[in-house]
């Protein structure tokens, strides 16, 4: 088992902020204090980020999963909101399958319920890369499928960029290792928590049918599309996603 590293704002139920590949828990603006008022907002690192320990290789999916699964019992967090983009959003399924009593609500954006056999080569390919070549050889790649064209020639990605540059190679590669584990489609229909789905119109990581399939898998789930929205909608359109999950988690509706 490996220790997370976390920060915390506000008291009372738990909100896990779980973040995509190659971020880490800093990267969520303004959601943190939103959300903090009567609640504890809490952001990881994930394991192989920012400053969580180094990941094992072979990268495991489960690993992350018992990894979160422990903060959440040290945090006494029954009844916790679980809100993840991307491969944070893959996890959050998994733990809730797993652990349902640890679980409350779900905010699962820019993921997908499976990763399909026929993209695992591509993906797996993501870590080769940055291994053979360093992070530099993967950013550039990384930022176009992640954000739009106009808000690249912003500069306003830089600290994406910066936090992206700074990821071992190695914990990178272990990373998409485990993205290319994720399969929780066979089981989500025993889901029964709150759960909220949201789709960026212009992701180019993870496509609107994908997110079409999670949502329908998930019994009384909503899917929510958000307009222009890349696949890093909580940093390019973070006022817009902001009001999605604030609005799905203060307003306590399904």
């Known amino acids: 088992m490996r220790h997370l590293y976390y920060s915390a704002e506000g008291n009372g139920p738990v909100v896990l902020l779980l973040h995509p590949v190659g971020l880490d828990g800093t990267f969520w603006g303004s959601l943190p ?3 903090a008022r009567g609640r504890r907002v809490v952001a990881i ?3 192989g980020h920012g400053r969580s320990e ?4 072979p990268g495991r999916i489960s690993n992350h999963i ?3 699964i422990d903060l959440l019992e040290r945090l006494g ?3 916790a909101t679980l809100v993840g983009v991307s491969f944070g959003g ?3 399924q998994n733990i809730a399958l797993e652990r349902p009593d640890l679980v409350s609500r779900l905010v699962l954006a820019g993921c997908p319920a499976a990763i399909p056999e026929a993209a695992r080569p591509a993906i797996l390919q993501r870590g080769a890369d940055a291994e053979r070549g360093g992070m530099e050889a993967v950013a550039g790649p990384t930022l176009e499928r992640w954000f739009t064209a106009p808000y690249l020639s912003t500069g306003k990605a830089e600290p994406v960029r910066r936090r992206l540059l700074a990821n071992k190679p190695t914990n990178f590669a272990a ?3 485990a993205v290319s584990e994720h399969n929780a489609l066979p089981r989500l229909s025993a889901l029964t928590v709150p759960t909220l789905v949201i789709a960026g119109e212009k992701d ?3 496509t609107i049918e994908a997110k079409r399939a999670l949502a329908a898998a998930i019994p009384g789930s909503r899917l929510a599309v958000m307009e222009g929205a890349p696949h890093m909608m909580q940093i390019e359109c973070e006022r817009t996603f902001g009001d999605l999950v604030a609005g799905f988690i203060e307003g306590g509706a399904s």
């Open 33 to 35: 204090k939103r959300l």
């Open 45 to 47: 690192d994930l394991t």
């Open 54 to 57: 180094d990941a094992q290789r």
């Open 66 to 68: 018992d990894d979160i």
């Open 77 to 79: 967090g029954e009844h």
């Open 90 to 92: 893959m996890l959050a």
């Open 175 to 177: 990373t998409w290792e």
């Open 204 to 206: 180019a990581a993870t």
